[in-house]
């Protein structure tokens, strides 16, 4: 999937690579998968012009939000990555418990936003939406999966 394949161009890096990547260079990569992910929604969403007038607002303060938590998880891999070689038990447990609260927060903005969706377009749309996002989210986790090493 090419949104997994770009935003993995960055996150492949050698971890100490990725702690030095530049912040533009970051932030680019970052639109462009963003530009992906939305053509890919559009495609795949099949919207009626009047439901597209009220989704992509909502669709676009969803990924802002989204995008939030991504920096959080750029930043968890920075600290990985920094603290890899000399990785302490005390490290990886506090990096274990940001990461688990990341997912929560994750979790939180998702339900908060469907209700949300649900005003603007059908529950079989709202539902295909997150499905759609789900794939998305699925394929950059498996490259994520196989591009940073477990702990030493």
Do not use: C, H
Not at 13 to 24: G, I, K, M, S, V
């Amino acid at each position: 999937m090419r949104i997994a394949l770009a935003l993995f161009s960055l996150i492949s890096l050698t971890l100490p690579q990725a702690a030095r990547a530049q912040d533009a260079e970051t932030q680019a990569v970052r639109a462009d998968i963003q530009a992906e992910r939305t053509k890919l929604v559009a495609a795949n969403l099949e919207l009626t012009e009047t439901e597209g007038t009220a989704f992509w607002p909502l669709y676009n303060d969803y990924r802002a939000q989204w995008s939030k938590l991504d920096d959080r998880s750029l930043g968890l891999l920075k600290d990985y990555a920094n603290n890899y070689d000399a990785m302490t038990d005390a490290k990886a447990k506090d990096l274990l418990q940001q990461q688990t609260k990341l997912d929560e927060d994750r979790l939180k903005l998702r339900r908060s936003y469907m209700d949300k969706f649900e005003k603007v377009l059908p529950s079989k749309k709202v539902t295909r939406y997150f499905q759609i996002e789900r794939k998305l989210d699925a394929a950059v986790a498996y490259e994520a999966a196989s591009s940073i090493p477990l702990v030493k």
